[in-house]
């Protein structure tokens, strides 16, 4: 441990003392000699034996001023790692004949370098540093005097140290004078031609020469251009239609970044860009033919948008890749709305007016339905982003469950959406492991992330908003709802949802698909893998729950595992409604230790102790009670069941509409001091509507409320929750609780010592 922290320290001041250096030397503005320098900086030592040894540098730098960057010897080391070589070219692409101090560089956009046709360097000022390239500033300003053959004493070289080798885009043959300094254009003509990449663009270059876009790569400035290699069209070559429909020109526009050059390095965070769009849409060329005469004209129509932006993973080999995702977020009826995700396999390809970027798949083209989408990520994706959930069908598909399970993704085209936890989360699954012999079991795990609605990011939290209850779906899975929630924290909207008691966050939204989505979360669904209480702490409709039971100081009992237990949790709109009646009661309850003995008997009576019991069990296991089993201009049978709260001996109720046919409607009348309801034991007429969407809904009784269970069966490793819209409260407690402390200890205690008094001996 010594040793680190004195390796970190020495590290520190070996930092220190090349700013230091570099201030210095550019404040008194004396050029240093190259052997003090060397000697004063090891760790660029190797760039600097390079140089002595090629002749024309050394004459270059010896007769004219100039800036000098120079890759430190770890990053020559990694360079020539990976097979290439550092040549006369690579040397001169890292020499300008310009002197460049760094706040020169700053406000510049490129460099002109002294390689053949004067190649650019590009210059990104990023939240990460200064860029050159893709290679990072670290440390300049350096004046160093390489090669003294005039005497001048003022023509110095200006040294600024990099973290990467820097590597021009330069013609193989050195014959190729008029191949020198290629525009993006150029490269997508010659790129065998080319030290960058065995990679053919032939496909998609034919594509932008029968669009007529061809000039989109040749305009000057600095733009980025990602271009599918022939891999990505594999199986599609000689098919012009097929070609000319895919990627047609609102597609290449998806390809091109304008007046923004992004080298990989240079991305921070959640960066999004937007791609080209032609300031009067697209323009094409109609003919028509009219009594023998063919008249020829131009229409336009409008442009969508499409966002760029940029993520990073691993690939199965343990090596970093960089993915590149197209969000076309609004769409036509010939490009639909969703997320293509591709590959980078070459990088930072600098050329004359920009930087190109080749890439496995084409953007913003969406061809395939939800499994076809899924088997491509899996499959042919080198990095296999679905690949784990996808090794989990075929599991299934080898023991007999594969053809239903293409039908639900992909039967009839019909909405989809399909939910795919992360490579991550499957590995991180214990109980999933266990299950992938329960072949039952895992089908209907994989049902519960299927979803028969097309539902973008967009629906979920566009829903949620609308809804005024929790926002539920319905899965593949017979019984399972899938609930949404959001929330927005600095501008960025997180995406929750829940299943059979497990959270997950959506993490990659919108793949898209020609008949829905594909969204990638966090967790495996369907397995429950928290306590009750770890439950409360995650779960968004039950925070103000959580943080109860903890100023009751009585959370423990909630993560025991030794007795399962039934909890109806209270929902944020519980409290919220609490709030409604009384807000001192609530701040009170929330944050006054005198109140923690009441808060305990209010939090005790919504459990059911030694049992976790499912709304189903609640219900089949019912006492049917003859004298309100029906009321009056109501359809269908009303159950009561009885389980005995374990607290003061009190009842509490489940009651639910078997017939489907009405839904029981609460109307609360609240005072200052008291409570009372109009629901009963007996609902009247008056509290009875109409139930349209068919479905069964429950409800527990206490004391003459009703709450609403708007979110049964969460279940959890010690127990199961159902989510209630109302906290199980009487008046004479709120009353209690909106009192001073002082007073509510009196309303509390006389009563108790008055039994006590007039208790016979």
């Not at 140089?51 to 020559?76: C, H, R």
């Not at 594509?207 to 061809?214: A, E, I, R, T, Y």
């Not at 390809?255 to 937007?274: A, K, W």
């Not at 439950?535 to 925070?543: A, D, F, G, S, W």
Request: aromatic share 10%; glycine share 6%.
């Amino acid at each position: 441990m010594a040793t680190m922290e004195k390796s970190d320290w020495m590290k520190r001041l070996e930092l220190l003392a090349f700013i230091l250096i570099g201030f210095f030397s550019f404040c008194n503005g004396t050029p240093e000699r190259l052997d003090p320098f060397k000697e004063a900086h090891p760790e660029i030592s190797d760039f600097f034996s390079l140089v002595k040894m090629d002749a024309y540098l050394k004459s270059a730098i010896s007769w004219k001023q100039g800036t000098l960057f120079v890759p430190k010897n770890e990053a020559i080391k990694e360079y020539t790692k990976q097979g290439r070589i550092i040549t006369n070219t690579t040397l001169l692409y890292h020499f300008c004949n310009q002197a460049m101090q760094l706040s020169d560089l700053e406000s510049e956009q490129s460099i002109s370098t002294e390689l053949l046709g004067n190649s650019p360097i590009w210059v990104t000022k990023s939240k990460n540093g200064i860029f050159l390239n893709d290679a990072k500033f670290v440390i300049g300003n350096f004046q160093v005097v390489i090669e003294d053959r005039t005497g001048d004493a003022s023509l110095f070289t200006i040294v600024h140290i990099i973290d990467r080798v820097l590597e021009p885009t330069v013609p193989i043959s050195s014959g190729s004078s008029n191949l020198h300094n290629p525009d993006a254009w150029k490269y997508l003509q010659h790129p065998a031609a080319y030290n960058v990449s065995n990679q053919l663009v032939e496909v998609y270059k034919t594509q932008v020469v029968n669009q007529g876009k061809s000039q989109l790569y040749k305009n000057s400035g600095c733009q980025t251009f990602f271009v599918p290699v022939d891999e990505a069209f594999k199986g599609l070559q000689g098919q012009r239609v097929q070609m000319d429909k895919l990627i047609d020109s609102r597609v290449i526009f998806g390809h091109i970044i304008r007046n923004h050059g992004i080298f990989l390095p240079t991305i921070t965070g959640n960066e999004e860009f937007e791609t080209y769009k032609p300031p009067h849409g697209v323009s094409f060329t109609t003919t028509v033919s009219q009594g023998g005469q063919r008249t020829t004209g131009t229409m336009e129509t409008g442009v969508f948008s499409v966002i760029i932006s940029f993520h990073k993973a691993m690939n199965s080999a343990g090596n970093e890749v960089w993915l590149v995702n197209s969000d076309n977020r609004q769409g036509d009826d010939r490009h639909r709305k969703g997320v293509v995700q591709a590959e980078i396999i070459k990088g930072n390809i600098p050329v004359k007016n920009g930087v190109i970027h080749l890439i496995t798949k084409p953007l913003v083209v969406i061809d395939l339905n939800v499994f076809e989408t899924l088997r491509w990520y899996a499959v042919k994706q080198h990095i296999r982003s679905m690949g784990k959930f996808y090794d989990l069908y075929h599991r299934l598909n080898e023991n007999g469950y594969g053809e239903e399970i293409r039908q639900l993704l992909q039967g009839n085209n019909s909405p989809t959406t399909l939910f795919v936890p992360s490579n991550q989360a499957i590995e991180n699954s214990s109980d999933l492991q266990r299950k992938i012999t329960n072949f039952t079991a895992l089908f209907e795990i994989f049902k519960t992330h299927i979803l028969h609605e097309a539902i973008s990011a967009d629906d979920m939290i566009k829903h949620g908003k609308m809804k005024k209850g929790p926002f539920q779906i319905q899965t593949a899975l017979a019984g399972r709802k899938m609930l949404f929630s959001s929330f927005s924290t600095d501008g960025n909207r997180t995406i929750h949802l829940e299943v059979g008691g497990v959270n997950a966050t959506v993490i990659h939204a919108d793949f898209g698909a020609t008949n829905g989505f594909i969204h990638i979360i966090d967790h495996v669904l369907g397995i429950p893998d928290q306590t009750i209480l770890e439950k409360l702490r995650t779960h968004p409709m039950l925070q103000s729950t959580y943080h109860m039971w903890k100023t009751a100081k009585m959370d423990q009992r909630l993560n025991q595992t030794q007795e399962p237990i039934t909890f109806f949790a209270p929902s944020e709109k519980a409290w919220t409604n609490l709030r409604r009646i009384s807000d001192q009661a609530v701040q009170n309850l929330f944050h006054s230790t005198s109140m923690s003995q009441l808060l305990g008997n209010i939090l005790d009576r919504h459990l059911i102790l030694e049992q976790s019991l499912s709304i189903e069990v609640l219900r089949d296991q019912s006492i049917r009670d003859g004298n309100i089993s029906r009321s009056k201009g109501m359809k269908g049978n009303f159950t009561i069941m009885r389980y005995p709260i374990k607290t003061f001996g009190e009842k509490a109720y489940i009651k639910v509409n078997e017939s489907s046919t009405f839904l029981i409607k609460k109307e609360l009348i609240w005072t200052t001091t008291t409570v009372s309801t109009t629901s009963s034991p007996i609902p009247s007429d008056k509290q009875i509507t109409k139930n349209k969407s068919g479905e069964s809904h429950f409800y527990v009784y206490w004391h003459q409320m009703w709450a609403h269970v708007i979110r049964p069966n969460v279940k959890c490793t010690n127990g199961i929750i159902h989510i209630i819209d109302d906290v199980l409260m009487d008046g004479e407690e709120i009353t209690i609780a909106a009192a001073s402390p002082l007073q509510a200890s009196l309303r509390i205690l006389v009563p108790l010592l008055t039994l006590y008094v007039f208790q016979p001996f």
